[in-house]
């Protein structure tokens, strides 16, 4: 591994493709990506920065060396942690482990790698772990984020999974953590109508966690992509979910709040998702339900835009003009067509059995006389009216 991560770089490597490989084995710049994976943590901006100014392979030499350049962050001690790490790395292990369960490794330069991951800056992955079918670029270019509540309501799932369907069927991809709750629910709502939908993992994409999900990942795995930052056999803990979703935030146009409390780690993807200018938007439940607090917080405050339908979601995120939700209205009225001088008329006539003389309707709807009698016989026209005696009555309908 030394000598091959000594090798000069390879120009163009990058843009070779996730399977790119030399006689020798896969390119020194992508098992040094692989290599890094396992050395920092997700988002690790001193390791950005680094790679900012310098290959992989030149920052992987500098930790084995003892190097430390001259940028805000890295100092002996932060070095110290990542040589910690390097003893019996392997990083062709890493790619055959993943090779074995249908992935890849994909890196900046890839033709399968999303640009607008770049918007994370120097907390940019290193590299992404991918496992399933499709480009995950071409994907993301139409996918929207669906997260909530581990501990979701009915009517949270319910939501959730509706959503989910109708997204899917308008051909977008459903992004979502593959936890329980409304995770869940967003991933299986896509999967019911044959649609497309990613989990973004905080563990390695040959890992099923939660383990109650396990059959649902490996579906995700089959129907749609596994994602993660993390190497495989890697397993989650509190910072690496909370640092999964500031990829979910990145990966998608925009991010929905299904059902959350005022202390919700989906919450932290909607503000991630607010701060790299995406567009986010919550669903409103309940006002008596502590799951709807947060999202009736977000939307409160200006940082979401209340959503409930797939159809508003996309008139958001979609092409414009395009992908506009048709305008909602109640039912139209027979009535509601009338031109206002006859609609006066109708309401000032009773509806008992006597009826009004002309006279009273007049007085009743400001109107003359004349114009009054001309527009009863237009209304009985109609149906609304009818003549009993000198008298006018609305007709009763059965």
């Given amino acids: 591994m030394n000598q091959l991560l000594r090798q000069p770089r390879i120009p163009g490597a990058a843009e070779a493709g996730a399977g790119a490989a030399t006689d020798a ?3 020194p710049e992508r098992l040094a990506r692989v290599l890094l994976g396992r050395l920092s943590e997700p988002g690790d901006a001193v390791v950005g920065r680094w790679l900012g100014q310098l290959p992989a392979v030149d920052v992987v030499e500098a930790i084995r060396d003892g190097t430390v350049p001259d940028h805000p962050g890295l100092d002996a001690t932060r070095l110290a942690g990542y ?10 292990t890493d790619l055959k482990r993943v090779r074995d ?7 900046p330069g890839d033709t399968e790698w999303p640009s607008q991951l770049d918007d994370l800056g120097d907390g940019r992955p290193v590299g992404l772990w991918v496992a399933g079918t499709g480009s995950l670029r071409l994907l ?5 984020a669906l997260v909530g509540s581990r501990a979701c309501t009915a009517y949270g799932a319910h939501v959730a999974g509706e959503l989910s369907a109708q997204l899917a069927e308008r051909g977008w991809m459903v992004v979502s953590g593959a936890a329980y709750g409304i995770d869940a629910a967003a991933h299986r709502g896509a999967l019911a109508v044959g649609g497309m ?6 563990c390695g994409v040959d890992v099923a966690y939660p383990k109650g999900n396990a059959e649902l990942i490996r579906r995700i795995g089959v129907q749609g992509l596994l994602v993660s930052e993390l190497p495989p056999g890697e397993h989650p803990n509190r910072f690496r979910f909370v640092l999964r979703n500031r990829v979910i935030a990145a990966l998608t146009r925009g ?6 409390a005022v202390r919700s780690g989906a919450l932290s993807t909607a503000r991630r998702a607010r701060d790299l200018n995406r567009h986010t ?3 409103a439940g309940p006002v008596t339900s502590a799951l709807s607090a947060g999202v009736h917080a977000l939307i409160r405050s200006g940082a979401a835009t209340l959503v409930t339908d797939a159809a508003e979601i996309t008139e958001l995120i979609g092409a414009i003009g395009d992908d506009l939700a048709p305008q909602r209205s109640g039912p139209v009225l027979p009535r509601d067509l009338l031109e206002p001088a006859v609609a006066r008329v109708l309401e000032a006539v009773p509806a008992t059995a006597e009826g009004a003389p002309v006279e009273r309707l007049a007085r009743q709807s400001g109107l003359p006389p004349d114009e009054v009698l001309q527009r009863l016989y237009e209304l009985g026209a109609l149906g609304y009216v009818e003549r009993h005696g000198a008298h006018w009555r609305v007709v009763r309908r059965r």
């Fill in 25 to 27: 084995g896969p390119e």
């Fill in 83 to 92: 040589q910690a790490r390097l003893p019996g790395l392997d990083p062709e």
């Fill in 101 to 107: 369960v249908g992935g890849r490794f994909i890196i």
């Fill in 140 to 144: 993301a270019l139409r996918s929207v």
């Fill in 197 to 202: 939908t990613a989990a973004v993992l905080a």
């Fill in 255 to 260: 991010t929905v709040v299904v059902e959350a």
């Fill in 281 to 283: 938007m919550g669903v």
